[in-house]
């Protein structure tokens, strides 16, 4: 999604500011600029597609203060005059998030003279700064005002040509950081673009805005108090991800499971099928007491915590519901707060919706813990404890890695509780070994890559599929479903193998193909052949996927790895990830950030 870098100091911004958008690429963007100041005037260069066009349009102007961003679009097409920055007078300005009350302000501001070229919103809030500032005192009085009058989201970054010295800063909702250098000072809307330039940074907080000088920086909240802010270490580890030999980020982190759930496990799970989780901020007690899970998340995230559902809930016994974080926020469920604790699950810490449930379950005082990969991300900082996934960056904005780190995570936090509710330890050692085996059995998975391309080469050209599963497959079949609408572009639905007749059989011809989901289970199995054989009985194309061989009613087959029940829907769910993975290779598409799509969604 829409991703925010600026730079102040000695050095040329330009390149930096370039630099800074293609380490943020991996987000999802549509279109792409820059805003510099020279000599008090303001020189914007912008252009639809990749960074690298905006490299090959935009020379340096030698400028040493800038602003830039990667726009994925909300209001208006994708196009360059839509693309940020966009300059109204004196103030020129990069948005994220959405000004949800736009449409009255632009009338406003339209009666009093202002003209607008774009579509956008962004643009609206440049003129509202920009009207703001001709009473205003100073420009973060201007800016102060006009954002008390915008209902919505925002992270932002201005440059005004009065102050040509300065970078007005202010967050709600939408994530903004400061990076502290040596007399140079960088802003971003993720760290990944400031790693390497400095070792500090701060994180504004929602409703602040921060004045950024030359020779120092002011933080206020939008009504003038000084905010006291700290200064944190930014991890250099999460070093610019390089694709190490492989083709894409997406199958590179497809390959990097294995060392990713030993990384979510090391140290936690215990040799005694003990597991030490040191960040629930929950005694042994209230662990033990629990009587209510709820789990939220988007996306990848939320069909991880539908997984998640059907395991802890085997393995603790407590009811456990699973919440689409743009639904729950808005639904008023019905919640008993005693008892009860709230896992977030999200890969980046920044999503909206994920975000704004937070919110919701902490006016309800249930306890929240996040399931988050981003260290120091917004959802870390704001869940009252939680579980770092150690999943490393993830470029790919189609989500493999951090889904198996997710439900490692979820796995771990499960035992703990089910250790303490009583879980026999024979039992615990037996679910810790099925854990431990895991990344050795994922190894064994990507052994499938090879068939998971032949059958892609053949299949390439359907234009409908089903995902079925069945029980703890179910889940992953919908997780199956979304990763190859995401990066193949095939239309694909996810369907309990049960439900079939209920409906979507209708739909079943010989243009359609089923991906059937197999289990080891015996009784399970043979439900599932009986389903296969109504497909095909109606000249439905199978591709089956079984740690048993292929069974003679489906056309193609993908075989995995014989696991315990535990883990054999993470193990199933790989070869899923690489069937989809070489779907969209054989359809030419972009792999790592498929059209439309963002890697963090930062806006409703
Ligand atoms: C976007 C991404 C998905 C991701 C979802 C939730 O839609 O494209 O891959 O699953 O957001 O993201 P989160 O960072 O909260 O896990």
Same mark, same amino acid.
């Given at each position: 999604m829409c991703g925010i870098v600026g730079y102040i100091g000695g050095k040329s911004a330009t390149p930096i500011l370039i630099n800074g958008l293609r380490r943020l690429e991996y987000r999802g963007y549509d279109s792409a600029g820059?805003?510099?100041?020279?000599?008090?005037?303001?020189?914007?260069?912008?252009?639809? =597609?990749?960074? +690298?066009?905006?490299d090959k349009a935009c020379a340096d102007s030698g400028s040493t203060i800038g602003i830039g961003h990667t726009r994925w679009a909300t209001h208006g097409e994708p196009s360059e005059l839509n693309a940020h920055p966009h300059q109204v007078g004196d103030i020129t300005i990069v948005h994220n998030g959405i000004i949800e009350n736009y449409a009255d302000l632009k009338?406003?501001?339209?009666?009093?003279?202002?003209?607008?070229?774009?579509?956008?919103?962004?643009?609206?809030?440049?003129?509202?700064? %920009?009207?703001?500032?001709?009473?205003?005192?100073?420009?973060?009085? +201007?800016?102060?005002? +006009?954002?008390?009058?915008?209902?919505?989201?925002?992270?932002?970054?201005?440059?005004?040509?009065? &102050?040509?010295?300065?970078? !007005?800063? /202010?967050?709600?909702?939408s994530p903004l950081i400061l990076g502290i250098g040596d %007399?140079?000072?960088?802003?971003?809307?993720?760290?990944?673009?400031? !790693?390497?330039?400095? #070792?500090?940074?701060?994180?504004?907080? &929602? &409703?602040?805005? /921060? !004045?950024?000088?030359?020779d120092g920086y002011d933080v206020v909240d939008l009504n003038n108090k000084a905010q006291s802010v700290q200064l944190h270490d930014l991890d250099q580890d999460q070093v610019k991800a390089e694709k190490e030999g492989f083709e894409h980020f997406l199958i590179k982190e497809i390959h990097e499971q294995p060392q990713v759930?030993?990384?979510? $496990?090391?140290?936690?799970?215990?040799?005694?099928?003990?597991?030490?989780?040191?960040g629930l901020n929950l005694d042994d007690d209230e662990l033990r007491d629990l009587k209510q899970i709820i789990i939220i998340g988007c996306g990848t995230a939320y069909y991880a915590g539908m997984l998640g559902k059907y395991l802890l809930e085997r393995l603790?016994?407590?009811?456990?519901?699973? #919440? @689409?974080?743009?639904?729950?926020?808005?639904?008023?469920?019905?919640?008993?707060? *005693?008892?009860?604790? +709230?896992?977030?699950?999200?890969?980046?810490?920044?999503?909206?919706?994920?975000?704004?449930?937070?919110?919701? @379950?902490?006016?309800?005082?249930i306890h929240s813990l996040g399931l988050v990969n981003v260290v120091g991300?917004?959802?870390?900082?704001?869940?009252?404890?939680?579980?770092?996934?150690?999943?490393?960056? *993830?470029?790919?904005?189609?989500?493999?890695?951090?889904?198996?780190? $997710?439900?490692?995570?979820? $796995?771990?936090? =499960?035992?703990?509780v089910a250790r303490l509710k009583g879980l026999a330890r024979s039992e615990a050692l037996e679910f810790a070994e099925s854990m431990e085996s895991l990344p050795n059995e994922i190894k064994q998975t990507l052994g499938v890559s090879?068939?998971?391309?032949?059958? /892609?080469?053949? !299949?390439k050209d359907i234009e409908h599929t089903f995902y079925l599963g069945r029980s703890d497959l179910y889940p992953v079949a919908l997780e199956g479903s979304l990763k190859l609408m995401e990066v193949s572009y095939i239309h694909a639905q996810g369907y309990p193998t049960g439900e079939m007749k209920h409906g979507p059989i209708a739909l079943i011809d010989e243009g359609f193909l089923s991906v059937v989901l197999l289990p080891e289970d015996e009784l399970?199995? /043979?439900?599932?052949?009986?389903n296969i054989e109504e497909i095909k009985a109606r000249k439905g194309k199978v591709l089956s996927v079984s740690s048993r061989p292929q069974p003679e009613q489906s056309d193609y087959h993908l075989i995995v790895p014989k696991v315990s029940q535990w883990i054999e829907p993470l193990v199933i769910n790989v070869a899923l990830q690489l069937f989809a993975y070489h779907m969209a290779v054989a359809k030419g598409n972009d792999v790592d950030q498929p059209r439309n799509l963002a890697k963090s969604v930062t806006v409703e």
């Open positions: 820059i805003a510099t100041i020279s000599k008090g005037k303001t020189l914007i260069c912008k252009k639809q =597609g990749k960074v +690298a066009e905006l009338v406003e501001l339209e009666k009093i003279g202002y003209e607008f070229k774009t579509k956008t919103d962004t643009e609206v809030l440049a003129a509202l700064i %920009d009207n703001e500032y001709k009473t205003a005192t100073d420009i973060s009085h +201007a800016v102060r005002t +006009a954002l008390n009058k915008v209902a919505g989201t925002f992270g932002l970054a201005l440059l005004s040509q009065k &102050d040509e010295d300065l970078i !007005v800063v /202010a967050r709600r909702g %007399d140079e000072y960088f802003i971003a809307s993720d760290t990944s673009a400031v !790693v390497g330039y400095v #070792e500090k940074v701060i994180y504004l907080e &929602d &409703d602040q805005l /921060a !004045v950024v000088a030359r759930i030993a990384d979510t $496990m090391r140290g936690r799970l215990l040799k005694d099928g003990e597991v030490r989780l040191g603790t016994g407590i009811p456990v519901s699973v #919440e @689409i974080g743009s639904e729950f926020r808005y639904r008023d469920a019905a919640l008993n707060p *005693e008892n009860t604790v +709230a896992l977030f699950l999200s890969q980046s810490g920044e999503t909206a919706d994920t975000l704004a449930s937070l919110a919701e @379950i902490k006016r309800r005082g991300s917004t959802l870390a900082r704001e869940v009252d404890g939680g579980i770092y996934l150690h999943a490393g960056p *993830e470029i790919s904005v189609a989500s493999t890695k951090a889904y198996s780190a $997710m439900l490692t995570a979820v $796995m771990l936090f =499960g035992l703990k090879d068939e998971a391309k032949r059958v /892609a080469s053949q !299949v399970l199995y /043979a439900k599932s052949i009986s």
